[in-house]
């Protein structure tokens, strides 16, 4: 029990060393009372006053006389936190994420914001014909046979696939969820409690925002390399100064950058994640989604102890209706289907055994050699025609994976206004802020660019390039 | 400010009031110190120093120096605390239910535990057929038209039915979801946050406990009325003593004893709940499973000033692999999408626009007519077995609707002990002990009486039957 709370108490001094460390606790700021800190933080008072009290004589705190604690004046801010890896606190993107879902829905307009592929590009007669036969099937349509962890064939089809990649996979290690997400969020449920650091890279799919924000856990954030996509150095840092559980990332064709990370760097990963014993989950849902010769391995290719908690799911390759994801961890499998059984029960029955008959067919392969030469085919053709109609200030990020290109603005041009200024058009793109939280330069995009070049998606383009140019012509009139 | 900290300790102050006059904490029991009190409870320090204070002023608890607080002695315990209303802690039901989930997924196990009705009975070759057709549509099986608050043709459908039977509902009031057990989830999460006080029946279908468990909340539970279900005294009662925010109550086809509360009880409840402005989630998922003339009303009818989120789904009258449901609450729509975007997302797209098709036909009301009959038939013949073959000492409980027999054991039988001997001859009973926590007598069970009345099931019902008989003598033969 005194060796439980020593260490709490510890624990509670290091995360606030780091607020200071990090900047963001300046010299001579006053530390919340004791009290208020006990509320907030769920510690006791006295494991409280220890943290203070061990802080104060290690310099970093000063007391003054009947008014409190304060930040000490003379310490050395290191410039690898302030520059790279941040603890951030109130996390609020809920809302934003809640409207911009919203407004996507609406008749008539240009998704070039949406997450999704382009729905005729995913859709394969083959599977909705096996899905069409199953449907008339009692006991695939309405009976419950795939419950957690999900039908076995499918499993079976999986580990397969797994092996074949070279990781090695029962059936047992796999439990199937009602999509990616559904597996992102039990995994995270699975492995945390409120309170809680996890790494997420600073740019990232604002599910993981989300879930952060619900399961109340502390986000530190690593910035994305700008040559290799992930800053393996900044990676390490974070994983030696704070008392992360576990990292949430996604390493091939990252939403919504577009990197992907070589494998040398996956290794590295693997390697930190074992000395540092700390989890991966891993976000591999655009895994399929390469246009050069290699398929991209995953961190989980290199993770011999069990450290990694692989998602992926069959939406971006087959449809977002298909609704069936899955998640490789063997340790977890069970607290996942705990979890699962009481929250989202299972994925569509119906879904499971169309799958199971089609991914067993030569048609699954070829269907994503197609998707693969459809999507590359319209990235490149956005690519050419954005190369040709942005202002030189804009940078286009174009990566062999996945259907995102993702653009930087003029510094001084707040992808947040453009987003709504283009909302009027009817036009709807997806602005930096959904992404990071709100510390960061705004002057980012994401384009999805799964759609087919058509007339009024080009008009839609041209009308962004305009807007862009405009706002770029009126802050530089505002003398910014 | 202060007003809030005002309240807070009184709220605590009137928690533990309730713990010393329910008899939880008798007479000189030592109360947790003021430290361990704030911690536990999230309370500051100051608040449970009031609190402490205020008990002592009135007489409740008093101190000995140096050594902490005690219980008084001198307390009248009101027997209907005693008992009635009960306040439960350290809510633990996941394990067992999913042990018992696994079980029934067991091969060649007779489900007589399972929750869903039988397959062949749901099974409509109309709706089968429709839903074919539909995953031949690109739109309909991989798109995602239907995110939340789900299918707008859906939602027309079911408000002109919500209206036909006098609630007067618009499209807009109602947010499909992943199935039932998807609404109540995403109701709750709405509604409360950790700490709260929330009441529910004292046997009630298990998901009520998992979801109180998983969002850390307080529990007050009341029994059912030996006649009429609901007891509408403990119920006032409750709501008048407790800081109760929400119910979560079934009243139609009680799952698992099977009742349906009279239209005359659900306008008292409406009526309490708006005099004390407290929240229902109406569980209403065999609305439909009704053997009389006359539909039972919902809670939701007598309810006019949306007090009351009804919570049903189409798995139990077309199958559990149906996974679509709703909740009807115009007040907590965007807060329940909120929450459905970041976890299930949307009810499979295929099955809602199915059903869109199927509902508007004849096919819909003929199919619940003859699942009524079927359902009722099946019921009563299960009832007769039942009836000559049990011993005398037991009871059966038998209601007009839904599908379930709950079953009174001898006192000395305990139902899991029953359940595990059951299990190693491959058959599945549900015990009390899903249902309930466990302060409460054990000799309960649940039975699953949708499936005909085959030769292995019969054999299956003599067995439970047989052992019923041998765990009664086995008791009485060591004196108990």
Redesign the interface.
Known sequence: MMLRSMYKFRQLAKNIQFLIESGSWPAHKKLPSL?AQ??SS?Y???TVLNAYQELEAKGWIYTKQKSGYYVSGDINISPEHTNKVALNTNIEI??L??DH?KRL?QDHVIPLGSA?PS??L??NTHF??I??????????????DS?PPGSLHLRQILASRYSLNGISTQPEDIVIT??A??AL?LSLQALTKPGDFILLQQTIFY?AW??AE?LGLNVITIPEHPEHGFDVNAFESALKNYPIKVCWLMLNAHNPIGFTVSNEIKLVIAELLHRYKVYLIEDDVYQELFYEKQKPLSVKYFDKENYVLHCSSFSKI??????VGWVHSRPFSNAI??LQ??????A????QH?LVDFIGTHHYEKHLRQLRLKLQKNKNTYYKLLKEILPKSCKIYLYATGYFLWIQLPINVDSTVLYQHLLDKKIVIAPSILFQQDNLPRNYIRLNCSFNLTEPIKRALYTVVEMIKMLEQNAGADGS
Chains 1, 2 share one sequence.
């Open positions: 009290r006990a509320q769920g006791s008072l006295m809920n809302s994420v809640f879902l829905q999704f729905v005729p995913l859709c909705m014909k899905l069409s036969q199953h449907a008339k099937l009692p006991n695939s349509s309405l009976s419950t419950m009602s999509g997400l559904d969020n599910g989300q879930a619900r087959l449809g977002a209706g298909v609704r289907q705990h059984l009481m929250s989202t029960v299972s569509s029955n119906l879904m169309a």
